[in-house]
């Protein structure tokens, strides 16, 4: 998780609504909630969701290659303008998520970490 590193224990995100609404998990989820709380509503936006497609990206602790590491999808919460969005603040924090199930739409995209065509 930017902001804090390889994490012992999963960090659990509750989204409401396009915003994280309860930070869950062991100590380094009460480090990314006092990360954010000083700056309010819009930190807890998500911001962007990516895919890792690169096979040669090994996990680092360096958030810019682990987001792109094979089988692994990236949540960021906070800041979106950069990029054309519309939610200003100053954080940007990247979680990257191991073997995970992504479903957009009622369609899998990736099942365990393994990209479905």
């Not at 810019?64 to 590491?69: G, Y």
């Not at 199930?101 to 009622?106: Q, S, Y």
């Given at each position: 998780m930017a902001g804090i590193g390889i994490t012992e224990n999963p960090i659990t995100l509750e989204v409401r609504d396009g915003l994280v609404t309860r930070i869950?998990?062991?100590?380094a989820a009460r480090q990314l909630e006092d990360l954010i709380a000083p700056l309010g509503a819009p930190a807890r936006n998500i911001a962007e969701l990516g895919i890792g497609t690169n096979?040669?990206?090994?996990l680092t602790g360096r958030v810019?290659?682990?987001?792109?590491?094979m089988g692994t999808i990236h949540l960021a919460i906070g800041d979106n303008s950069h990029f054309g969005g519309k939610v200003a603040v100053p954080s940007h924090l990247d979680?990257?998520?191991l073997s995970p199930?992504?479903?957009?739409?009622?369609k899998s995209v990736m099942v365990?970490?393994?990209l479905v065509s």
């Open positions: 869950l998990g062991g100590p096979d040669r990206a090994r810019l290659e682990d987001e792109k590491v979680g990257i998520i199930t992504l479903v957009i739409d009622g365990n970490g393994e």
